[in-house]
């Protein structure tokens, strides 16, 4: 079984910038798997936003590309989610996922098809104003 725990999340302004941060732990879990982040914005589907293989092939919604970056750190097992000239669009609740072997961009379209995979944890809200 794999815990995720998500957190840094919090309110800025628009132009802001906020890392998320989410611990991965578990007796299944595998470092290898590609992992992602998905948010969900008030009255709105659950979206797939970045995806990661491995620790350094990585794919994003062309709606964030250019202002987040996702990495991860195998050493702690710690997946990261840098975000940079936050938007009000951006506002909601962020989740961070696993999944398994595969590329990024497969990872990818798997979150944004099915924005529920692999997300375990309770998620950290991010709230920009403008």
């Known amino acids: 079984q794999v815990h995720l725990v998500e957190s840094g999340g919090g309110s800025v302004q628009t132009g802001g910038s906020l890392r998320l941060s989410c611990a991965a732990s578990?007796?299944?879990?595998?470092?290898?798997?590609?992992m992602g982040w998905v948010r969900q914005a008030p009255g709105k589907e659950r979206e797939g936003v970045a995806a990661?293989?491995?620790?350094?092939?990585?794919a994003y919604a062309d709606s964030v590309k250019g202002r987040f970056t996702i990495s991860k750190d195998n050493a702690k097992d710690i997946l990261y989610l840098e975000m940079n000239n936050l938007k009000p669009e951006d506002t909601g609740m962020y989740y961070c996922?696993?999944?398994?072997?595969?590329?990024?961009?497969?990872?990818?379209?798997?979150?944004?098809?099915?924005?529920?995979?692999?997300?375990r944890g309770q998620g950290t809200q991010v709230t920009v104003s403008a």
């Open positions: 996922a696993i999944l398994g072997p595969g590329t990024a961009i497969q990872a990818l379209a798997v979150l944004t098809l099915r924005p529920n995979f692999g997300v």
């Open positions: 990661i293989e491995g620790d350094t092939i990585t």
């Open positions: 578990g007796s299944t879990y595998d470092d290898s798997y590609c």
